[in-house]
């Protein structure tokens, strides 16, 4: 299984909207948008999750298409670095 990054997604994508336009290149495992843990509005990525044939072709054919008027940043999703752990900052006694 291969994960996609998929960026600069209009704020009204759903997740459906989002499976609809990847499934025309292939099987789509999973969809997840990203939101604000504040707020609770949408950051604007998300991620797919498809098997890594269709995962290729998917990215090539979606990277730069226009979804709402922005055009996609897709690529297939990095590890986030490990950040250092700390004691709660410097407030924490």
């Known amino acids: 299984m291969t ?3 998929v960026g ?3 704020f009204n994508a ?3 909207d989002v499976r609809a336009l990847f499934e025309a290149h292939g099987t789509v495992e999973s969809v997840k948008l990203i939101n604000d843990r504040e707020t609770g509005r949408p950051r604007g990525f998300g991620f797919v999750e498809m098997p890594q044939g269709d995962a290729q ?3 090539q054919a ?3 298409r226009d979804m709402g008027g922005r055009p996609l940043r897709v690529n297939e999703a990095q590890e986030r670095p490990q950040r250092p752990r700390t004691n709660g900052g410097p407030f924490r006694r």
Do not use: D, R, S, V
Request: aromatic residues 6%; charged residues 5%; without cysteine.
């Open 3 to 5: 994960t996609i990054y």
């Open 8 to 10: 600069n997604l209009p």
């Open 14 to 16: 759903t997740e459906q």
């Open 57 to 59: 072709g998917a990215i």
């Open 62 to 64: 979606m990277n730069g």
